[in-house]
């Protein structure tokens, strides 16, 4: 036995001399076959027929091990081919077995070793280990190859990808998912072990009282053909290193095959694992033969920690918790799903705690190992998901690789304490996929009893009945509202009322889903994409494509003049995502029926802007001030509405104070404030709060609100601050919000005369009450140029002698300003069917919500004392801020104010542009100015600024049509197309 121990150690001793860096054998005895392979495509799926797994690749091209195949071959999906020869180690021990470990191979796997099949294994993310000792030739070069297929939406060996657990992958791709892609996106590792075996180790530690107990499970392999005895020995120690503090041997007889060994340990006063001390213990499973001189060992970290949902509240070791989470899909540019840099795997999660963060969610698929090692060292709770909860569709194999995919996660990952939540669906339907995860329960008691199980993220299946079951449960308990809610951004006062109101006629409610993204920022994207030199992998390839129409509407709409240089406007973009990330974060932690929140999102995956952080981890600007402000456990959660009145009016402001147990029992003293634009003070009041004692019959919420009053604001122009304090004995963030006044006595005169053409009793009534001179349109020929303002209704007799007319008085140089673009509506399917273009284009919604459009405003007369000159104040705008923009119509002569939505996909159009008509020329709008003009100031100006640039030139006389104009009219549709009388060429001018 000395002998063969004396061989085996001489030969891995020699091992650094003899093998290349990527052979030298692990401290753990493994040897890495990670570094060079080499990589074939077979798109026409013939390897397996022509022994590709006993020749050299055909058409094989170097590649690195772990890593994704459209790296080397761009776009390309279905059938790849890996291959390598290494030097295959001397087996130390007597009768020996040959491990291959693949930690990670999408999707499916299929192994040869010198031309002899060694295995397959289906599914994306999880490890598979193939006994390779029949295959191996010890001491000399061995020839690996695995046959990967990344499924495609056509029918492979029956496999398609929609019908297979595959993540968020989208065929063709779309924002949204991510690419499709596959390959071996994990480390492959060869080890050497005994004929009786460790094969596996789960261990549940629970604290109870004084003592721990530990459940240990070691499941044991003994590969030969009759029983042996032997012994187990199972040591705890402190994981960060220390004395061992439980030992515990037995004697054991292994039967041949597989078996598993089963025990308890008490342990005196473990030291728990929470959030804010992740203490660590790590359990030794060794194994010995009696009479052998060597023994086979396992071993793995936990944590002594119970998580649970009951009494209304998520607890941690019996405390009540907020979870503060975001979720990640794990996406990672150029490797998608493994980063060519390792260190963006770990930054997301030091930057999610950094910011506050107590939870982590990995949506669509499961963390990296070395992602659950550091969330277990840094006190981050998990939400785990699997490659199946984006659903699988059906197949007579959904139930099976839906099973499958989540059993084997369980298994990878049940040891880590950080791991708190399993998850079985995201946003899924009632379907087959809904129907079986309910059914899953017992099945997941079978592998793991230590953890909640969710069942639906958002709960879209509209079924009703639980959303959650507790640790040792196997029911569906009603306990909890699990919600999406993605509201309309920018947030109105009845959007932040939703969100202080959310759950109030319910349970408690795990808002599992909510967040204000930014753009993506496509110009530095790309430029990181061609500095890695992988400018033409998919993804860089869509970024660009994205970016070419930002370009064109840089160009068409000369946003130069506002911006200076395109990278200017993503980067205010990302600057404006702070405030809005505070803003909705302020209205939810001040609501005591969300007990629980998950941010979307921590990085911009899945090609849009959701994220806390870009693609390539790079920080957007204010956002870890913004983020750790607004989980801060002590938080005052301020209200001002109207967020914008005139001078005099009435503003509501309320104080709440958002507390996770954070102050003592007590008497806390408060001041309130409000200051003006010029910094006096408009309001002070002073009051105390008392925080009961602990122990009562109920605790006290989360959230509770302290002051609210009515202020009468008769100050100045400008922007106000409201604030509050604690005066004595705490330290709260947040505490501050601000409001905007205006003059009513500082708006522009209007001292011209406003024609108002068509039927709108709302501007009417405007121009009269406000003291301007006003008449109605007349359609006789102009004696002088005029300010016309359209109503929402065209005038009489209304279709295309109404625009025609209209159009008249334009050329001859009048000015048309278009408030209301339902004007122009000829039918609901034709908005844009009177529009007095040739071009006419659409009128199309683009709505922000999570993935926001980007507002922004030239500095113009119509813009004239408003802020303006870049991205529009949510603040001050918000409700004046469309859903609607023009787009398609001919180039305006000035773009005024437009809108660009980059943060999914990419689309754009115009809020605000002046067009030339003849001598005369209109202005198109969308901005809610009609609608706002009796509640918000900003709206009254604008209109006021629009009439006043339409007048700058009323005095000139009246121009002469020009002479081609009515065969404008007919290209606008606004006359009949003479037919007999015109040529042919005539006519094809008029077409252009």
């Known amino acids: 036995?000395?002998?063969?121990?004396?061989?085996?150690?001489?030969?891995?001793?020699?091992?650094?001399?003899?093998?290349?860096?990527?052979?030298?054998?692990?401290?753990?005895?493994?040897?890495?076959?990670?570094?060079?392979?080499?990589?074939?495509?077979?798109?026409?799926?013939?390897?397996?027929?022509?022994?590709?797994?006993?020749?050299?690749?055909?058409g094989a091209k170097p590649t690195k091990v772990p890593s994704i195949i459209q790296e080397v071959f761009p776009a390309y999906h279905g059938v790849a081919w890996y291959a390598r020869d290494f030097l295959a180690p001397v087996n130390p021990y007597p009768g020996g077995r040959y491990l291959l470990r693949f930690w990670q191979v999408d999707y499916?796997?299929?192994?040869?070793?010198?031309?002899?099949?060694?295995?397959?294994?289906?599914?994306?993310?999880?490890p598979f280990v193939l006994d390779v000792t029949d295959q191996i030739k010890p001491g000399v070069a061995n020839h690996l190859v695995v046959r990967v297929l990344n499924p495609t939406q056509e029918m492979i060996d029956g496999f398609c990808l929609n019908q297979t657990a595959h993540r968020c992958?989208?065929?063709?791709?779309?924002?949204?998912?991510?690419?499709?892609?596959?390959?071996?996106?994990?480390?492959?590792?060869?080890?050497?072990?005994?004929?009786?075996?460790?094969?596996?180790?789960y261990v549940t530690a629970r604290p109870e009282s004084k003592a721990g107990k530990l459940r240990v499970h070691a499941g044991v392999r003994n590969t030969t053909a009759a029983g042996r005895k032997g012994y187990v020995e199972i040591t705890l120690s402190p994981a960060r290193g220390g004395e061992t503090t439980t030992v515990l041997r037995l004697d054991r007889r292994f039967p041949a095959g597989d078996d598993t060994v089963e025990t308890d340990l008490t342990v005196d006063n473990p030291l728990p694992w929470d959030v804010n001390d992740p203490h660590l213990y790590r359990v030794n499973v060794r194994i010995g033969l009696d009479g052998a001189n060597f023994f086979h060992e396992q071993s793995t970290r936990c944590g002594f920690r119970d998580f649970r949902f009951s009494d209304g509240y998520f607890r941690l070791n019996g405390k009540r918790i907020y979870l503060r989470c975001s979720h990640t899909v794990n996406n990672y540019p150029i490797g998608q799903q493994f980063?060519?840099?390792?260190?963006?795997?770990?930054?997301?999660?030091?930057?999610?705690?950094?910011?506050?963060?107590?939870?982590?969610?990995?949506?669509?698929?499961?963390?990296?190992?070395?992602?659950?090692?550091?969330?277990?060292?840094?006190?981050?709770?998990?939400?785990?998901?699997?490659?199946?909860?984006?659903?699988?569709?059906?197949s007579p194999k959904m139930v099976e690789r839906f099973d499958s995919a989540g059993s084997e996660l369980i298994r990878r990952d049940r040891n880590h304490p950080s791991v708190a939540i399993w998850g079985l669906l995201n946003e899924s339907p009632n379907g087959p996929a809904f129907q079986h995860a309910l059914t899953m329960l017992p099945m997941i008691r079978q592998l793991d009893g230590a953890?909640?199980?969710?069942?639906?993220?958002?709960?879209?299946?509209?079924?009703?009945?639980?959303?959650?079951?507790?640790?040792?449960?196997?029911?569906?308990?009603?306990?909890?509202?699990?919600?999406?809610?993605?509201?309309?951004?920018?947030?109105?006062?009845?959007?932040?009322?939703?969100?202080?109101?959310?759950?109030?006629?319910?349970?408690?409610?795990?808002?599992?889903?909510?967040?204000?993204?930014?753009?993506?920022?496509?110009?530095?994207?790309?430029?990181?994409?061609?500095?890695?030199?992988?400018?033409?992998?998919?993804?860089?390839?869509?970024?660009?494509?994205?970016?070419?129409?930002?370009?064109?509407?840089?160009?068409?709409?000369?946003?130069?003049?506002?911006?200076?240089?395109?990278?200017?406007?993503?980067?205010?973009?990302?600057?404006?995502?702070?405030?809005?990330?505070?803003?909705?974060l302020n209205a939810i932690r001040s609501n005591p029926n969300i007990i629980a929140h998950s941010v979307t999102g921590a990085i911009d995956h899945v090609m849009c802007g959701e994220g806390l952080t870009t693609l390539f981890r790079e920080l957007k600007p204010g956002t870890i001030d913004a983020m750790f402000d607004a989980w801060y456990p002590l938080r005052w959660c301020l209200f001002a509405e109207p967020v914008h009145v005139r001078r005099g009016g009435t503003i509501r402001l309320e104080a709440v104070l958002a507390n996770e147990d954070a102050l003592r029992s007590g008497d806390y003293p408060v001041l309130v404030q409000v200051f003006g634009p010029n910094g006096r003070h408009v309001l002070e009041r002073r009051f105390k709060i008392a925080i009961p004692p602990p122990g009562g019959r109920r605790e006290p919420s989360f959230a509770k609100s302290y002051f609210s009053d009515?202020?009468?604001?008769?100050?100045?122009?400008?922007?106000?601050?409201?604030?509050?304090?604690?005066?004595q004995r705490a330290a709260a963030a947040g505490g501050e919000t601000a409001f905007y006044v205006t003059d009513p006595a500082e708006m522009p005169a209007i001292e011209m005369e406003v024609v108002l053409w068509g039927d709108d009793p709302l501007l009417a009534a405007w121009l009269t009450e406000h003291g301007i001179r006003t008449r109605p349109f007349a359609a006789d020929a102009p004696s002088k140029r005029e300010v016309i303002l359209v109503g929402t209704r065209p005038a009489a007799p209304g279709g295309a002698a109404a625009f025609a007319e209209l159009a008249r008085h334009i050329a001859a140089g009048s000015t048309a300003i278009f408030p209301a673009p339902e004007v122009f509506a000829a039918e609901p399917d034709q908005p844009t069917a009177w529009l007095p273009l040739v071009r006419k284009g659409t009128l199309a919604p683009i709505e922000g919500w999570l993935y926001l459009k980007d507002e922004w405003a030239k500095r113009h007369p119509i813009f004239d004392g408003l802020p303006s000159g870049g991205l529009m104040d949510y603040g001050y705008y918000r409700e004046i801020i469309p859903d609607l923009v023009w787009q398609g119509q001919d180039p305006p002569v000035e773009a005024v104010a437009g809108a660009i939505k980059a943060s999914q996909d990419y689309s754009s159009g115009l809020m605000v542009s002046v067009y030339n008509l003849g001598a005369g020329r209109f202005v198109l709008n969308t901005l809610r100015i009609r609608e706002s003009l009796s509640g918000n100031p900003a709206a009254e100006r604008l209109l006021r600024n629009m009439l006043r640039y339409a007048a700058r030139d009323v005095e000139e006389p009246v121009a002469s049509l020009p002479a081609d104009f009515d065969r404008q009219l007919r290209a606008m549709g606004f006359l009949p197309r003479k037919k007999k009388t015109e040529t042919v060429e005539t006519y094809k001018n008029q077409e252009t």
């Not at 070793?113 to 993310?125: F, S």
Request: aromatic residues 10%.
């Open 710 to 727: 009515d202020v009468r604001v008769d100050g100045p122009s400008g922007k106000y601050r409201f604030t509050a304090t604690f005066e």
């Open 169 to 201: 992958k989208r065929l063709p791709f779309s924002a949204g998912g991510s690419y499709n892609h596959g390959g071996i996106t994990d480390s492959i590792e060869l080890s050497c072990v005994p004929t009786v075996y460790v094969d596996d180790l």
């Open 339 to 394: 980063p060519r840099d390792p260190d963006l795997a770990r930054r997301d999660l030091l930057n999610l705690k950094v910011m506050g963060f107590n939870a982590v969610r990995f949506i669509w698929g499961g963390a990296s190992r070395v992602q659950l090692d550091l969330c277990d060292e840094i006190g981050l709770l998990v939400y785990e998901e699997s490659y199946a909860a984006w659903p699988i569709e059906p």
């Open 451 to 584: 953890r909640i199980v969710m069942l639906n993220s958002g709960r879209y299946d509209g079924a009703g009945g639980g959303s959650l079951s507790n640790p040792g449960s196997t029911i569906w308990e009603d306990v909890l509202s699990d919600r999406h809610v993605y509201p309309r951004v920018p947030h109105t006062a009845d959007t932040i009322q939703l969100l202080r109101t959310l759950g109030a006629k319910g349970p408690p409610v795990f808002l599992s889903e909510y967040g204000i993204g930014s753009a993506v920022d496509l110009w530095r994207a790309i430029r990181h994409f061609e500095q890695c030199g992988a400018a033409e992998l998919e993804d860089a390839q869509y970024v660009r494509g994205l970016l070419e129409r930002f370009s064109n509407d840089w160009t068409r709409w000369r946003l130069d003049e506002t911006f200076g240089r395109p990278e200017d406007i993503f980067m205010a973009s990302l600057k404006k995502m702070a405030g809005q990330r505070t803003l909705g």
């Open 1 to 58: 036995m000395k002998k063969y121990l004396a061989i085996g150690l001489a030969f891995f001793l020699l091992l650094p001399a003899i093998l290349p860096a990527q052979d030298q054998p692990l401290i753990n005895g493994s040897t890495s076959l990670d570094g060079a392979w080499s990589l074939a495509t077979d798109p026409e799926n013939m390897g397996c027929r022509q022994k590709w797994f006993s020749i050299s690749l055909p």
């Open 108 to 126: 499916l796997a299929e192994v040869w070793l010198n031309g002899i099949p060694a295995g397959r294994h289906e599914g994306g993310e999880t």
